[in-house]
């Protein structure tokens, strides 16, 4: 019986060593300097890398950080500082709901809100989408890592006279700050390979462009474009996009859980 | 006479007693914060309703059980696409459920120790492929394995049932459901690895103390223990599966039809929404596929609910799940 649930780790494990290994065998032959700097090409021709891309999720995924973060590492913070009041459990009951949601759905809500409102796709629409699924991802690490300081922390920081903001920012806040970052950088990883919620906002775009207030593409939307597309070229840049997203995806979800690793091994 | 002197009031400490203008500056930065969250899903529900608003009024409730799907002559019924994301979602957990929790129960109970962190680290990282890659993966590698070889096979062997006759697709509800599968096996090994620690030890050794064997003592004490914490791991495996949008897209086949073969192609709420929504051009099909996503909304809120509450109530106080979802 022992050996049956054994081999159920062997079947669980067998896909991802199947998906790394076809990634690399159909991708890395097309990985090149251009490949990195070039912009698509029309379809038809050969050629073309995912610049455009590149910078565009960079953008994106930026932006979205800008907006979710403070929001997320606020709410977090509060529900931490203030765990007993009505509010604190309004948020982090809102926030399981909105972890729950599916990443279109925020897509559409997005949608609605910006999209249709100016009548033009948008970069910061996507931006905003993004946001909205790191949020309650930051907001729940933020908390726990918070609770895990020792209280008498934050008593020796209010005993030297300090006041609460200053304990709260200057030492709990520093002690959680690892954990905090780990957590985040786990949403920037998950909302980095997104592609739903940016079908309809940033939409994608065969150009390079800086230009946040229209259409920008996006290293999950070329991946998608280019698998269901027709051509034997797409196919090839489909697979070598594909490398090159789920590298950075995993570089960021490893470092995050190897910093945490070590942090818990120091305590 | 004089009254006796009332006791004097409390001294604090002029640290304590001062209100800090820093301190109420802060307060009040974070109570943004805290309050962005609720207004932002208030927000998100009320668009939701908005945009559906032209779909509820003209279809109504009849717009669940209609099968009919003609943007042409502006008539919308969601069914198959429920159905779709119904038993897409079904299926899939029929494939992931025995493998994650077998996972779970041997990486907790029986593996050797040095293989359980990193066995658990490396299934977690399917976590971290985005879905658009598992789709990728799905149309050129899955695919034409299911059909050239699984597909015919399971159709010589169970031909009999009616889920497995008529012709093989290679996008069909089937193939979808497997990738799937693949997708939200971590999320529920993940969450019931986290239940299954959170059993006492006491528990195990109350067993083992009684003579039962290791694997006894699991069956017996540890899984009942922990049995609805598993439901809610599964449960929260299956809110993913009902909303997950690309990799299902790629793969399920994309037809408003409901058919008995499982070798057919099908559709999903999600998926209907990622093809369509940037295509529509009549402002009742645009409305339409918000009430769809609104109704996908609904249930995957009323299923994370329920699964939140099943966990909470073995691990209580621990805020297992949290993590990883």
Same mark, same amino acid.
């Given at each position: ?15 991802? =060593? ?7 065998? /159909? ?14 090409? #029309? ?20 932006? +979205?950080?800008? &907006? ?19 509010? +604190? ?8 709901? &909105? ?15 910006? =999209? ?22 930051? &907001? ?6 918070? /609770? ?14 300090? #006041? ?7 030492? =709990?806040?520093?002690?959680?700050? #690892? ?17 739903? #919620? ?70 | ?25 802060? %307060? ?9 969250? !609720? ?12 945009? *559906? ?13 209609? *099968? ?6 502006? $008539? ?26 077998? @996972? ?12 359980? $962190? ?26 034409? @394995?299911? %059909? ?6 399971? $159709? ?8 497995? $006759? ?10 979808? *459901? ?21 059993? !006492? ?90 009430? @769809? ?33």
């Amino acid at each position: 019986m022992v050996m049956v649930l054994a081999s159920t780790v062997v079947i669980a494990v067998l896909p991802l =060593v199947f998906i790394l290994g076809t990634l690399i065998v /159909k991708g890395a032959g097309s990985l090149s300097a251009t490949f990195f700097v070039a912009s698509s090409v #029309p379809a038809g021709q050969t050629g073309g890398g995912v610049g455009h891309a590149i910078v565009g999720t960079l953008v994106i995924v930026g932006m +979205a950080c800008l &907006m979710g973060l403070p929001l997320g590492i606020g709410a977090g913070i509060y529900t931490a500082e203030y765990p007993g009041t009505r509010l +604190a459990t309004a948020c982090r009951f809102v926030a399981d709901v &909105m972890n729950g949601t599916p990443s279109i759905v925020i897509g559409v809500f997005a949608w609605a809100w910006i =999209v249709a409102r100016q009548g033009h796709f948008s970069a910061y629409a996507g931006s905003v989408a993004l946001a909205i699924l790191m949020i309650p991802m930051v &907001m729940r690490t933020t908390e726990e890592m918070i /609770k895990l300081v020792p209280h008498s922390l934050r008593e020796a920081a209010l005993a030297l006279g300090y #006041p609460r903001w200053r304990a709260t920012l200057t030492v =709990v806040l520093r002690t959680a700050l #690892p954990g905090i970052v780990t957590g985040t950088l786990l949403a920037v990883a998950r909302v980095a390979g997104e592609t739903a #919620p940016l079908l309809f906002t940033a939409l994608g775009s065969q150009y390079f462009s800086l230009d946040v207030s229209r259409p920008m593409a996006a290293l999950p939307l070329v991946v998608f474009t280019y698998a269901t597309g027709p051509y034997q070229e797409w196919h090839r840049l489909a697979w070598a996009t594909a490398l090159v997203l789920i590298i950075v995806v995993l570089v960021l979800s490893l470092a995050a859980r190897l910093a945490t690793r070590q942090r818990y091994q120091r305590n | 006479m004089t009254e006796p002197d009332s006791p004097a009031p409390p001294r604090h400490p002029p640290a304590l007693e001062r209100k800090s203008y820093g301190d109420r500056i802060f %307060k009040g930065m974070l109570t943004v914060a805290a309050v962005g969250l !609720p207004v932002l899903l208030g927000f998100l529900v009320f668009e939701l309703f908005a945009g *559906s608003r032209e779909a509820i009024a003209r279809f109504g409730f009849g717009f669940v059980t209609s *099968s009919t799907w003609d943007p042409v002559a502006e $008539q919308f019924g969601a069914w198959p696409l429920i159905f779709g994301t119904l038993m897409s979602a079904a299926l899939a957990l029929m494939i992931a459920v025995p493998l994650s929790l077998g @996972v779970a129960i041997y990486l907790t109970e029986f593996a050797p120790v040095r293989l359980r $962190q990193p066995a658990a680290f490396v299934i977690e990282l399917l976590a971290a492929i985005p879905s658009v890659v598992y789709g990728l993966w799905g149309i050129f590698v899955l695919i034409p @394995v299911l %059909k050239d070889s699984v597909f015919p096979l399971l $159709q010589s062997v169970l031909g009999f049932l009616p889920f497995f $006759q008529g012709p093989i697709y290679g996008p069909s509800m089937l193939s979808a *459901s497997i990738i799937l599968a693949i997708m939200v096996m971590p999320y529920i090994m993940a969450v019931s690895r986290e239940v299954l620690l959170a059993v !006492p030890a006491s528990q195990r050794e109350a067993a083992l103390g009684l003579g039962a064997t290791r694997w006894e003592a699991v069956v017996t004490t540890v899984v009942p223990y922990a049995r609805s914490g598993l439901i809610g791991a599964v449960i929260l495996g299956l809110g993913r599966a009902l909303g997950e949008t690309m990799a299902v897209t790629m793969l399920i086949g994309n037809r408003h039809e409901i058919a008995a073969s499982l070798f057919a192609p099908g559709y999903t709420m999600a998926a209907a929404i990622a093809n369509e929504f940037s295509e529509a051009v009549t402002d009742i099909h645009l409305s339409s596929l918000a009430y @769809v996503a609104l109704l996908l909304f609904l249930i995957t809120v009323l299923i994370n609910a329920g699964a939140r509450l099943l966990i909470w109530r073995v691990s209580r106080g621990t805020t297992a799940g949290s993590r990883v979802l």
